[in-house]
């Protein structure tokens, strides 16, 4: 009876241990796509912040030729006219680029969220599957693959959005590995 009950107590141990390493190995998972994400995001947000950068350079720099101009005597209406298409394009190229970071901010906070909790919600799958490739657009852009998204607007899904960001990023990452040449690219 004593070896029965010391056999039972060390299969009940080695199956907490075991759930103890499963529930590690996920987390190290979840951790390693995560810094995956972050690393495609922080790579595509350098884009739109760098063009706004630079139109914010551009417009500061015919600001102060107008402003010298503008010291130096009378200026002439073509070189008003003129500074003022510059500012009207920089303030453009500014406010699209700065609204596509917060657009990829904001879908890399809610999939981020979604990979690291379990929660179930309610989320539009179409926008869903949008912004998990949002996060994965730099792989895609070195794989030379173009991802289409084939989904109808109106399906609202009930249930965890952790599990299906982590399913499209690996059949994604897949195909990106397995399916195309490094060169030759694909359609997803």
Same mark, same amino acid.
């Given at each position: 009876?004593?070896?029965?009950?010391?056999?039972?107590?060390?299969?009940?141990?080695?199956?907490?241990?075991?759930?103890?390493?499963?529930?590690?190995?996920?987390l190290?998972?979840?951790?390693a796509?995560?810094?995956?994400?972050?690393a495609?995001?922080?790579?595509?947000? =350098?884009?739109?912040?760098?063009?706004?950068?630079?139109?914010?350079?551009?417009?500061?720099?015919?600001?102060?030729?107008?402003?010298?101009?503008?010291?130096?005597?009378p200026?002439?209406?073509?070189? *008003?006219?003129a500074?003022?298409?510059?500012?009207?394009?920089?303030?453009?190229?500014?406010?699209? =680029?700065?609204?596509r970071?917060?657009?990829?901010?904001?879908s890399?906070?809610?999939?981020a969220?979604?990979?690291?909790?379990? =929660?179930?919600?309610?989320? *539009?799958?179409?926008?869903?599957?949008?912004?998990?490739?949002?996060?994965?657009?730099?792989?895609?852009?070195?794989?030379?693959?173009?991802?289409?998204?084939d989904?109808?607007?109106?399906?609202?899904?009930?249930?965890?959005?952790?599990?299906?960001?982590? *399913?499209?990023?690996?059949?994604?990452?897949?195909?990106? *590995?397995?399916?195309?040449?490094?060169?030759?690219?694909?359609?997803?």
């Open positions: 009876e004593e070896e029965a009950r010391a056999a039972a107590i060390k299969s009940v141990e080695a199956y907490a241990n075991l759930r103890s390493a499963q529930a590690s190995m996920l190290s998972e979840k951790l796509s995560l810094g995956g994400l972050v495609g995001v922080a790579h595509e947000i =350098n884009t739109p912040v760098g063009v706004a950068l630079t139109s914010a350079s551009v417009l500061h720099t015919v600001t102060r030729t107008v402003r010298r101009s503008i010291s130096d005597g200026i002439r209406k073509s070189d *008003v006219l500074y003022m298409d510059t500012a009207e394009q920089s303030a453009r190229l500014i406010m699209s =680029n700065v609204e970071a917060a657009q990829l901010i904001q890399f906070k809610q999939v969220v979604d990979q690291t909790s379990e =929660n179930r919600r309610e989320y *539009v799958l179409k926008d869903y599957i949008h912004e998990v490739m949002a996060s994965l657009q730099s792989k895609i852009r070195q794989s030379h693959a173009q991802v289409t998204v989904c109808p607007e109106d399906i609202m899904l009930d249930g965890y959005p952790g599990a299906m960001a982590q *399913v499209l990023t690996n059949l994604t990452m897949n195909a990106l *590995v397995h399916a195309f040449g490094a060169t030759e690219g694909g359609r997803i």
